[in-house]
């Protein structure tokens, strides 16, 4: 299996502009989760998704942000307008588990954005 | 809110050393979950514990999930550089999920 695809891997960009990741889940697995990386926050669960459907969204920072999750194997994160704080990793995961036991997360390389 | 605190942030031992990460919880979880994050790269599952007071080894690496199933521990035995990274937990309390904030080890030889 190829694993969870995500791009791009690198993303710069100016403030203001708008970013989209994508996530290829690995094919099989019925939860999708998106994540981010900062030093000064560690690994934050910004929203997951179980059978394309949003189940916790609590964690998205803002309006800005939005997620969809149009079928089982495809998800994107889109950030509008985007602000240099922004500016993190973020990682897409998928797993075979259910809601109460998800188990282990399959994590992609990461999408690296920088917003100048 | 949830919480689950992982100390300490950063260890540096000598080759040889052992080394130890503990996660605390502020509340009881159904289980919990081992990552380790070698540097510029993503996390990678090491384990699951699920039982009260369950013990698992991996060669070097012992974890442990407590009789109140609110804290957890990884102990590597005699570290090697390999296992230099950022070691997280990963808690769930329903279907609430939260990582520890990790501990990054390094190794010198």
């Known amino acids: 299996d190829a694993g969870v695809i995500q791009s791009p891997r690198h993303e710069v960009t100016e403030m203001g502009q708008e970013v989209t990741l994508r996530c290829k889940p690995i094919?099989?697995?019925?939860?999708l989760f998106w994540y981010r990386q900062t030093m000064m926050r560690g690994l934050e669960l910004l929203i997951y998704?179980?059978?394309?459907?949003?189940?916790?969204d609590s964690g998205m920072p803002e309006d800005r942000f939005s997620a969809k999750m149009p079928n089982a194997s495809f998800s994107t994160l889109k950030i509008q307008p985007s602000e240099p704080r922004d500016s993190a990793v973020y990682f897409c995961?998928?797993?075979?588990?259910?809601?109460?036991?998800?188990?282990?997360?399959?994590f992609g390389e990461g999408s690296r954005l920088t917003v100048l | 809110g949830q919480q689950v605190m992982q100390i300490p942030q950063y260890q540096h031992v000598q080759e040889g050393e052992d080394f130890t990460t503990y996660c605390n919880s502020s509340t009881t979880l159904s289980n919990i979950q081992w990552y380790k994050q070698r540097p510029g790269g993503h996390p990678v599952f090491l384990i699951q514990?699920?039982?009260?007071?369950e013990v698992k080894k991996q060669k070097r690496l012992t974890f442990q999930f407590g009789e109140a199933k609110k804290n957890s521990s990884l102990h590597i035995t005699a570290t090697q550089t390999t296992d230099v990274g950022t070691y997280f937990c990963d808690g769930q309390a329903g279907t609430a999920l939260i990582f520890g904030k990790g501990t990054t080890l390094s190794v010198s030889s």
């Open positions: 094919s099989g697995h019925n939860s």
């Open positions: 514990l699920v039982k009260s007071g």
């Open positions: 995961a998928s797993t075979p588990g259910g809601r109460m036991n998800t188990g282990e997360l399959f």
């Open positions: 998704f179980n059978n394309n459907v949003p189940i916790d």
